[in-house]
C-alpha cells in the first residue's frame, strides 16, 4: 500500500488554494483526501486546509477490524459532516471569510477496498495500464447539464460556467457527500486530482502518463508538468494510491 501526492499553484493563480493529507499506516490501514478551496485568497486556503484537516482526523479513526463496507461508508460520511461544520462555522465567524467552501475527495483504503466521498468537482479515477474510468460524478453546472443531455461532453470543457460548482464543503450549514466503494484489483491504481489537472489534461493523457511512469513521484510531476503545459490556470494537486 503507497501513496504519493503533489500540489502547485500552476501559472496563473496568485497562490494554491489546494490541500491534500496522506496518512499510510502500519495496521494496513490508508486515508486520503484532497480539497480544492475557493472563495478569496485567504479564504479558500483555510476553507481547504481545515476540511482536510478535521475529515482526516476523523476517517482516521478507523480500525482495522472496522473495514467492513457499512462501518468505514458511516466513518467517511461522518468526517465529512464534520468538515462540512468546520468550514460553515468559521465562515459565519468573520466577513474575510464569509462564503468560503472547498471541494472534497478522499476516503479510507482497507486491503483492495476504497470507501470515497465525494462533494464538488475534484475526481477520483480509476486506472490500469493505458485504461481510465473517472469513479466520481462531479457536482458542477456542466456537469448536471451534461447529464440532462443540454450540453454535450465536448461543448462541455469550453461552456463559460464550467467552474461553477453545485455543492461544497462550508458554504451551508449541511451538505450530503456521494459515497462510492472502489475495489482495486491487481496492477490497478486510484488517483485523486482537483480540475487543476482534470480541467487541462484529458482522461486518455492522464492515463498515458501514469501508465508510462517509473514512480508514482514521477507520475504526479509529469502530470503537474502536462496540467502546466496546457495552461496551468488552476492549481493543480494529485494523489495517487496503489495497493
Do not use: W
Amino acid at each position: 500500500m503507497i501513496a504519493y501526492g503533489k500540489t502547485d499553484k500552476g501559472l496563473v493563480r496568485a497562490n494554491n488554494q489546494d490541500t491534500f493529507r496522506i496518512d499510510i499506516q502500519e495496521n494496513g490501514l490508508g486515508f486520503l483526501v484532497l480539497c480544492d478551496g475557493m472563495g478569496g485568497a485567504r479564504a479558500g486556503n483555510i476553507a481547504s486546509a481545515q476540511a482536510a484537516e478535521q475529515f482526516m482526523k476523523h476517517i482516521k479513526t478507523a480500525e482495522p477490524s472496522q473495514s467492513d463496507r457499512d462501518t468505514l461508508g458511516e466513518i467517511v460520511e461522518q468526517a465529512v459532516k464534520l468538515a462540512n461544520q468546520e468550514v460553515f462555522t468559521m465562515s459565519q465567524s468573520s466577513p474575510e471569510y464569509n462564503g468560503m467552501g472547498t471541494t472534497l475527495v478522499g476516503g479510507i483504503c482497507a486491503d483492495n477496498r476504497v470507501i470515497l466521498a465525494n462533494v464538488g468537482d475534484s475526481r477520483a479515477y480509476l486506472l490500469d495500464g493505458a485504461r481510465i474510468a473517472q469513479m466520481t460524478a462531479d457536482h458542477s453546472l456542466v456537469a448536471e447539464m451534461v447529464r440532462s443531455g443540454r450540453l454535450t461532453t465536448k461543448d462541455a470543457k469550453t461552456y463559460p460556467g464550467r467552474n461553477l460548482i453545485t455543492r461544497a464543503i462550508g458554504v451551508d450549514s449541511e451538505v450530503e457527500a456521494d459515497l462510492y466503494e472502489i475495489i482495486l484489483q491487481e496492477g490497478q491504481s486510484l488517483l485523486l486530482c482537483s480540475d487543476g489537472l482534470s480541467g487541462m489534461v484529458t482522461d486518455g493523457e492522464i492515463a498515458a502518463i501514469v501508465a508510462q511512469s517509473a514512480s508514482q513521484e514521477e507520475a504526479c510531476d509529469q502530470l503537474i508538468s502536462r496540467a502546466c503545459e496546457a495552461g496551468g490556470n488552476d492549481n493543480v494537486t494529485v494523489v495517487l494510491y496503489t495497493k
